[in-house]
DNA sequence: GTTGAGCGTT
């Protein structure tokens, strides 16, 4: 809907050609051919364009996410506690405290997914801050099953 | 109910 002029006559152009090319391999009448190709040409370029804006659209820098690894948490602390920590920092996508498969213990350490540009700003804040009379220690995790951090290249 | 360096899960 947003195409310019000049990617409109483009269109037109193309579709032309593409309606001629269908009116030589079709044995109907040249007027239905050609109104047909240009039909099927022009809805083809059409969804082309779509389908390359959608992929552009989907692209959102302010939504990227990254993945922190939290150390050193104290026992006591719940997923809700760690997320309300971070979130004073940033806008928290996902919290997810480690605990042992058998006891279902937690293990004292976990992981933080949330927006890049706050994350870099939350390991300045948080790292080596007091939290439950133990020292945390955030950083950026290391397995990213989201490769957002591709920037720092 | 305990412990204390670490990088996980559908």
Known sequence: MKSNNQTTITVIAIAIIGALIFSM???TPPAISF????M???LALHFMQESKHTIL???D???????LYVGNLPYRANESDV????????????VRLMKDKRTGKRRGFGFVVMN???AEHAIDQLNNQEY????????????PKNADSLDLE
């Open 40 to 42: 099927l040409t022009g």
């Open 35 to 38: 109104a047909l190709g240009a």
């Open 61 to 67: 820098p302010s939504q990227s996410s990254t993945t």
């Open 57 to 59: 659209d989907d692209i």
């Open 116 to 118: 890049s540009q706050d």
């Open 25 to 27: 391999f079709s044995s």
């Open 83 to 94: 997320k309300n920590l971070f979130a004073e920092h940033g806008d928290v996508f996902a």
């Open 132 to 143: 439950g009379q133990r020292t945390l220690k955030v950083r950026e995790a290391n397995e």
